[in-house]
């Protein structure tokens, strides 16, 4: 059936055996090794369940699938079916008719007006996490942004005091459904063993923990009869436009955890590479802190960290170099071509992100920090997809993008960060995290 179809090259023998065995604890080796070999696109048939995959980081096909003929794709089972199982089906996982409903409800709470209007909590919490540090001033700052991440979208999208116990556990189960997810998704016939062994069921009550934390903030809420007009009260609120009910406890709670998860995972990963890249390169930190003296008073006003500047070029080349959604998966829903490519209903499609964004051909110097080649006047148009694109483009960009540009300007005003590290170990989880940011605190004297 496969002849039919014009597949790119394939992996094929020796080498799809080790991408098999080796791509749990190595995928961005193997991808990127794949790519390496056969080009910018390239296939792999599962011999276990007959799938075929593309993996591809090219721009024209990237965008061909995300924004050109993006009807025809689906979130993948990867997501939908595998992830759904832990997650429920909020905005990550959902498909179709219902995604599009439940975007659109949550749309307005990201809005660029709402999102102004979150500076001052931000700030709080901001000021918080790092009113320590002058008495601890060797830290792992990967711990640190993970709490304060985690914190902002609890304060921000739910007016909710989540105490520190609780971050912890949430975090510490988000970890540990990844961690299997990941095998899962990555070994042939993994999810039978796992289905023997217990450990999908175990990895299910973990998740019905995470979902009954989240159910005491919504009825914390509920309890309490107060008019909050934040995210929560928007999605309490909210009808659907063709049946006017409001959304169930089950899909508010599902909507709530992967907002939780996706507000502050992504950020806080992308945090960690932001502050060791900048730490790998003083003249990057030189010119940052000359920015932030420079716009005086109004460093911190929501205009000035949304507008295009040296700290927002930090951030874009960082999550360049360091993608935490190092890849996007999509399924056909029919047969489909580009090019000189066709394949049947039911490929799945892995858009390596990370091989995208240091992509030669796209990229000069491609594996260098160089936060200036966003001052490019074609920047908008280079092969950069941290947040996806077309109609899926990530609901929290502008949150984020704030939240991170805030987070910089207000340490490196006050601190400066000596990492003992030299090189991140880097796992590819469903975000690209590292494992650890150790280094010491110095206050500034300036």
Same mark, same amino acid.
């Given at each position: 059936?496969?002849?039919?179809?014009? +597949?790119?090259?394939?992996?094929?023998?020796?080498?799809?055996? =080790?991408?098999?065995?080796?791509?749990?604890?190595?995928?961005?080796?193997?991808?990127?090794?794949?790519?390496?070999?056969?080009?910018?696109? +390239?296939?792999?048939?599962?011999?276990?369940?007959?799938?075929?995959?593309?993996?591809?980081?090219?721009?024209?096909?990237?965008?061909?699938?995300?924004?050109?003929?993006?009807?025809?794709?689906?979130?993948?089972?990867? &997501?939908?079916?595998?992830?759904?199982?832990?997650?429920?089906?909020?905005?990550?996982?959902?498909?179709?008719?219902?995604?599009?409903?439940?975007? /659109?409800? !949550?749309?307005?709470?990201?809005?660029?007006?709402?999102?102004?209007?979150?500076?001052? !909590?931000?700030?709080?919490?901001?000021?918080?996490?790092?009113?320590?540090?002058?008495?601890?001033?060797?830290?792992?700052?990967?711990?640190?942004?993970?709490?304060?991440?985690?914190?902002?979208?609890?304060?921000?999208?739910?007016?909710?005091?989540?105490?520190?116990?609780?971050?912890?556990?949430?975090?510490? !189960?988000?970890?540990?459904?990844?961690?299997?997810?990941?095998?899962?998704?990555?070994?042939?016939?993994?999810? &039978?063993?796992?289905?023997?062994?217990?450990?999908?069921?175990?990895?299910?009550?973990?998740?019905? &923990?995470?979902?009954? !934390?989240?159910?005491?903030?919504? %009825?914390?809420?509920?309890?309490?009869?107060?008019? *909050?007009?934040?995210?929560? #009260?928007?999605?309490?609120?909210?009808?659907?436009?063709?049946?006017?009910?409001?959304?169930?406890?089950? &899909?508010?709670? #599902?909507?709530?955890?992967?907002?939780?998860?996706?507000?502050?995972?992504?950020?806080?990963?992308?945090?960690?590479?932001?502050?060791?890249?900048?730490?790998?390169?003083?003249?990057?930190?030189?010119?940052?802190?000359?920015?932030? /003296?420079?716009?005086?008073?109004?460093?911190?006003?929501?205009?000035?960290?949304?507008?295009?500047?040296?700290?927002?070029?930090?951030?874009?080349?960082?999550?360049?170099?360091?993608?935490?959604?190092?890849?996007? #998966?999509?399924?056909?829903?029919?047969?489909?071509?580009?090019?000189?490519?066709?394949?049947?209903?039911?490929?799945?499609?892995?858009?390596?992100?990370?091989?995208?964004?240091?992509?030669?051909? =796209?990229?000069?110097?491609?594996?260098?920090?160089?936060?200036? /080649?966003?001052?490019?006047?074609?920047?908008?148009?280079?092969?950069? +997809?941290?947040?996806?694109?077309?109609? /899926?483009?990530?609901?929290?960009?502008?949150?984020?993008?704030?939240?991170?540009?805030?987070?910089?300007?207000?340490? =490196?005003?006050?601190?400066?960060?000596?990492?003992?590290?030299?090189?991140? %170990?880097?796992?590819?989880?469903?975000?690209?995290?590292?494992?650890?940011?150790?280094?010491?605190?110095? *206050?500034?004297?300036?």
């Amino acid at each position: 059936m496969a002849s039919e179809f014009n +597949y790119p090259p394939e992996i094929k023998g020796k080498r799809k055996l =080790y991408s098999l065995f080796n791509g749990v604890k190595d995928p961005l080796g193997v991808i990127s090794g794949n790519h390496a070999i056969s080009g910018d696109s +390239y296939h792999l048939k599962a011999t276990f369940t007959n799938k075929y995959f593309i993996f591809s980081q090219d721009k024209e096909f990237t965008e061909y699938i995300l924004k050109q003929n993006h009807k025809n794709y689906f979130k993948s089972e990867i &997501q939908s079916v595998t992830l759904g199982k832990y997650l429920g089906k909020g905005l990550l996982t959902n498909n179709g008719k219902d995604w599009l409903k439940q975007r /659109r409800l !949550i749309q307005p709470g990201f809005s660029k007006a709402k999102i102004s209007s979150l500076v001052s !909590i931000m700030e709080e919490e901001i000021d918080s996490a790092f009113s320590s540090f002058e008495k601890e001033p060797e830290i792992d700052l990967y711990d640190v942004f993970h709490t304060l991440a985690f914190n902002i979208v609890a304060k921000t999208l739910f007016s909710s005091d989540i105490d520190e116990e609780k971050v912890k556990e949430l975090g510490k !189960i988000i970890t540990e459904v990844q961690e299997v997810f990941a095998k899962e998704v990555r070994i042939p016939l993994y999810t &039978q063993v796992l289905n023997i062994l217990g450990i999908t069921d175990k990895n299910i009550r973990k998740s019905k &923990q995470a979902k009954h !934390i989240i159910q005491s903030v919504l %009825e914390k809420r509920r309890n309490s009869d107060e008019e *909050k007009n934040d995210l929560l #009260d928007m999605l309490i609120h909210a009808r659907y436009e063709d049946t006017q009910l409001p959304m169930s406890d089950e &899909q508010l709670v #599902d909507e709530m955890l992967i907002l939780f998860i996706a507000g502050h995972e992504t950020t806080a990963n992308a945090l960690s590479f932001i502050f060791f890249e900048i730490s790998q390169n003083p003249e990057t930190e030189k010119k940052l802190r000359q920015e932030i /003296r420079k716009e005086g008073e109004n460093v911190f006003t929501t205009e000035n960290l949304m507008k295009k500047s040296f700290t927002i070029n930090i951030i874009k080349e960082a999550m360049r170099l360091h993608s935490p959604a190092w890849a996007i #998966d999509r399924q056909a829903l029919e047969d489909d071509s580009f090019k000189d490519y066709s394949w049947k209903k039911g490929t799945l499609i892995i858009l390596y992100i990370t091989g995208l964004h240091r992509n030669p051909k =796209y990229w000069s110097d491609p594996n260098s920090f160089i936060p200036e /080649r966003f001052d490019d006047e074609n920047a908008k148009n280079f092969a950069y +997809y941290p947040f996806g694109a077309g109609p /899926r483009l990530c609901i929290g960009e502008h949150f984020a993008m704030m939240e991170m540009a805030l987070i910089v300007r207000k340490f =490196y005003k006050n601190y400066s960060f000596i990492s003992y590290q030299k090189d991140l %170990e880097k796992k590819a989880l469903v975000t690209l995290r590292t494992t650890s940011l150790k280094g010491k605190i110095i *206050k500034n004297l300036s």
